[in-house]
Nanobody, 126 residues
Framework: QLQLVESGGDLVQPGGSLRLTCTTP????????LGWFRQAPGKEREGVSC?????????YYADSVKGRFRIYRDNTKNSASLEMDSLKPEDTAMYYC??????????????????WGPGTQVTVST
């Protein structure tokens, strides 16, 4: 399975912006759909935004982040980014990047829901 490392999390005030990035040294990066998932304390992990493999033509956004978050992939750099604007306290969570086994209009699913990277912490607070 593709090994990904997340970065970019930070403490930010409500209304602020952050850019998360995940990278891998593996050349097979482009052949995987990629997704950002998050888990807040006491809550289940949820899919935030996902992008399909290769040219990334298909993108999914959870209703809670539509219009505020944007996902990108750059196959030349083996990286995927999540740009987050207008951050809210409810966006506070550990964010994980993972390869996908499914992406559709209404959801996306991680390839291995029992295997996650270290994640990157996003905290939105005054």
């Amino acid at each position: 399975q593709l090994q990904l490392v997340e970065s970019g999390g930070d403490l930010v005030q409500p209304g602020g912006s952050l850019r998360l990035t995940c990278t891998t040294p593996e050349f097979k990066f482009r052949y995987y759909g990629l997704g950002w998932f998050r888990q807040a304390p006491g809550k289940e992990r949820e899919g935030v935004s996902c992008v399909s493999r290769n040219d990334g033509i298909l993108r999914y956004y959870a209703d809670s982040v539509k219009g505020r978050f944007r996902i990108y992939r750059d196959n030349t750099k083996n990286s995927a980014s999540l740009e987050m604007d207008s951050l809210k306290p409810e966006d506070t969570a550990m964010y994980y990047c993972a390869p996908l086994r499914y992406i559709g209009e209404t959801r996306c699913e991680a390839l291995d829901p029992d295997s996650w990277g270290p994640g990157t912490q996003v905290t939105v607070s005054t």
